[in-house]
Structure formats: structure tokens, C-alpha cells
């Protein structure tokens, strides 16, 4: 079966294979493939799509990774995480953090000419003992400001 289209708000913090992510999946019930995998599941594609307004925190290191989900977060709190990390990119010179609450913190360090690697603690609600952490490469400061300016707009 190959996967429903997801839209929805998201920001994608890394590459290809070191990454962390504040995403808030949305399907389309109408979608085709969301009606498919529906009938395959055995359920209505309203209910296999869901409400939408849960955030989910993804990850992957070195090829390993997972996710969780944040039941009762509001956009706002994702929101204020893009803020706070854009107005440090955009006046940082040196190493920074950013405290994403109880699940995720994220310290950067600048990596060459504007560019900064993000070191991310990741932390599953349902396992508080369990910190996970990922290491990015060097990320482009113009293109993380960007991505950051998308996310906020899908927000507002």
C-alpha cells in the first residue's frame, strides 16, 4: 500500500538522515488513497484521517529513529519554538538554545560561514527517563530562516 498524502504545518529541523521535526499531520478524507487505506484499515476515512490537530514530534540519527505524538499542545506552543529559534538565528554569532519545554531543546553552534549545527534532546513524553539525542551537519542560515518563515505562515 503506499502511503496517504500528509499536509499540514511542519518544520524540519536537519538532513536527509539526522533530523528532528514539529509536525501536524492533515489528511484529506476525500484523498483517494486516504479513502483506500481506509477501506483497508475497515474504518470511514473520516475517522482514518483524524482530526488534524495533533502535533508529533518526528527523529532520526544515523538511520534510527521514531516519534510521538503531543496530545493537548496548541499551535501556539510550536509557534513560540519557530519564533524563539528565528530570532536567535537571525542574531546569533555564537552558540545558542532553545528550550522546546518538557519533549525537546535544541542547542546550536555555528558551523562555518552562515551556517549553524544543531545538536536536539529529545525527550518522549511517555518515557521522561529516556533523553534521545540527534547531531546535525552544518545547516545554511538563509535556508533555515526561510523554512522557519514557511512554517510560521502555515500557522497563521
Given at each position: ?45 473520516e ?42 538565528l ?28 544543531f ?11 529516556t ?26
Amino acid at each position: 500500500m503506499s502511503p496517504a498524502p500528509v499536509g499540514g504545518p511542519a518544520l524540519f529541523i536537519g538532513t536527509d538522515t539526522d533530523y528532528v521535526a514539529l509536525v501536524r499531520p492533515e489528511l484529506d478524507p476525500a484523498d483517494p488513497s486516504v479513502r483506500l487505506a481506509a477501506e483497508q484499515a475497515g474504518v470511514a476515512p473520516e475517522e482514518f484521517a483524524g482530526a488534524g490537530d495533533t502535533w508529533t514530534v518526528l527523529f532520526e540519527n544515523d538511520g534510527e529513529g521514531g516519534g510521538f505524538e503531543l496530545p493537548g499542545v496548541r499551535d501556539a506552543e510550536p509557534a513560540g519554538f519557530a519564533e524563539r529559534l528565528r530570532a536567535e538565528l537571525a542574531a546569533a554569532s555564537g552558540p545558542f538554545t532553545v528550550d522546546g519545554g518538557a519533549v525537546l531543546s535544541l542547542d546550536a553552534r555555528p558551523a562555518g560561514a552562515d551556517a549553524f549545527a544543531f545538536t536536539a534532546h529529545v525527550t518522549p513524553p511517555e518515557d521522561e527517563g529516556t533523553r534521545l539525542t540527534v547531531r546535525t551537519g552544518p545547516l545554511p542560515v538563509a535556508e533555515l530562516l526561510a523554512d522557519l518563515d514557511a512554517f510560521l505562515g502555515s500557522l497563521a
